[in-house]
């Protein structure tokens, strides 16, 4: 009987769990996709509302930019009420921002809804469905399940524009915006999956910890015997055991000599401490570990200067596109061409790292030396069909970012810390983008070409590269101590 009920409350969970993959993904498609999409409204605002170039880009600039720079805000609401209420309190404020938008008289209407409420929804949502499948997946599972979830922002990227250019030829720009809103709202059901929620029993946990325990026991063992000294470890009876990064526990064990003596063997990681919903640790507390962790700090860094670099070619693509000769409509193909290839290249960590024998900082590495090689040949093709591989190929490595950056920050924190973490990287990231853009754009006015900034972005992501490095080194550094 015992096993039967076992075997149904696993069903349930799988099932469980199944949902919540498809809450999560179906929240990147309709949040992730519009903020991505929201220029395809610019002529229809322009219209609608007699804007200028400059007044209209605002909207798109803004919703960006506070989606990118309250992540640390999200994080720490996340660590004081929870992944499930963060999350429809986003899923909630991007709905009703589309809706009310219905009843916009000015543009500084629109800035406000569409910019500032849209972009810090957008940003609950995107951060808690990536902390809530973290939470509700484990093994290796959850890298390819982010990876998937991550790639659905470029699916919704690539159905949205058509959706809401049918929508606006038929009701006009605030009846676009309203049945948008509308659709959105059907994301806040599935928030209520997202439940903080701890992906192994208390039965699996004791059991990780005994087998942890073994392996100690026996290791230490080996290296006593051949001194003839004969130390065995025993678990203490008050003993204190979290889960983090890569199946680590963090015990102690009293280690008997001979029965003479005892001794108290701590086995812990930097930032294995226990996080429940409501915070054991304050936000600034948990922030101040990450910021002393010191390979954490040096991916986060190459990841927050690479991604800004290479961004830079999404950006200006029409322009690059068209100062290289192409045609308008090779511009429509080159976008289209990029958002495909950027949802392949968040797939693809994801099922890489399904195997052992590939490391994920190794991986980092070789997309941060592909990403230089590819911006230094956008300096060299002049044809047509080069310069659309080329293009493309820049889309994929940018997807590999965006998926390793969730997956390796996953890696090092734990699912529990995982919010504030990416909530932290996405605010100083969010600022690289701000500062990035106006500067590109003053060098390509300056010298009236985009070769400087493919030079600049090739030695930033080389700079990344030798960040990675570092990274890997000190990681290992710290795992052997």
Not at 79 to 100: F, P, R
Not at 236 to 241: A, E, G, H, W
């Amino acid at each position: 009987m015992d096993t039967e009920a076992a075997k149904e409350r696993t069903g349930i969970r799988t099932w469980h769990d199944t949902f919540v993959l498809i809450s999560c993904c179906m929240a990147m498609v309709l949040h992730s996709g519009f903020v991505d999409s929201i220029g395809i409204l610019f002529t229809d605002v322009m219209t609608t509302f007699n804007s200028t170039r400059a007044e209209t880009v605002v909207i798109q600039s803004t919703a960006l930019g506070v989606s990118l720079c309250s992540g640390i805000l999200t994080g720490a609401l996340i660590n004081k009420t929870g992944l499930m209420v963060t999350g429809m309190l986003g899923a909630l404020v991007v709905s009703l921002s589309l809706i009310v938008c219905f009843f916009a008289s000015s543009m500084t209407y629109l800035i406000i809804a569409m910019g500032v409420f849209t972009g810090f929804g957008y940003s609950c949502v995107n951060i808690t469905s990536a902390s809530a499948l973290s939470q509700h997946v484990s093994g290796r599972k959850t890298l390819l399940y982010l990876s998937v979830q991550t790639s659905m922002a470029g699916i919704g990227g690539m159905i949205y524009p058509f959706v809401i250019r049918y929508l606006s030829d038929l009701y006009g720009l605030r009846g676009s915006l309203l049945i948008t809103g509308a659709i959105v709202l059907n994301t806040v059901p599935g928030c209520i999956l997202w439940k903080q929620h701890c992906n192994t029993s208390k039965s699996q946990e004791h059991a990780a910890v005994s087998n942890k325990i073994d392996e100690f026991q026996t290791h230490f063992q080996v290296q006593t015997e051949d001194s003839g000294e004969n130390i065995t470890i025993a678990k203490s009876k008050q003993i204190s055991t979290t889960e983090v990064s890569e199946s680590l526990f963090v015990s102690q064990y009293p280690v008997l000599l001979g029965e003479m003596k005892t001794k108290t063997v701590t086995v812990e990681n930097s930032l294995a401490q226990s996080n429940n919903s409501k915070g054991d640790r304050t936000w600034f507390e948990i922030i101040k570990q990450l910021l002393l962790t010191k390979c954490l700090m040096f991916f986060a860094f190459g990841i927050i200067i690479s991604i800004p670099a290479l961004n830079s070619i999404s950006i200006f693509v029409t322009d690059i596109y068209l100062d290289s000769g192409l045609t308008t409509e090779d511009v429509s193909l080159g976008l289209f061409l990029i958002n495909m290839l950027e949802t392949l290249g968040r797939l693809l960590p994801g099922i890489s790292l399904q195997s052992k024998r590939i490391a994920p900082l190794i991986l980092l590495l070789l997309n941060a030396v592909v990403s230089a090689v590819l911006l230094f040949s956008l300096t060299l093709v002049k044809s047509r069909p080069l310069i659309f591989v080329f293009s493309g190929a820049v889309g994929i490595v940018v997807g590999m970012y965006v998926s390793l950056f969730r997956l390796i920050t996953l890696k090092f924190v734990g699912s529990k810390t995982l919010p504030i973490a990416i909530g932290v990287f996405r605010t100083l990231g969010g600022i690289c983008e701000i500062v990035a853009g106006p500067i590109n754009g003053y060098i390509r006015d300056v010298t009236g070409s985009y070769m400087a900034i493919f030079y600049t972005s090739t030695g930033i992501n080389l700079f990344a590269a030798f960040l990675f490095i570092v990274a890997n080194i000190t990681r290992r550094r710290e795992r052997q101590e």
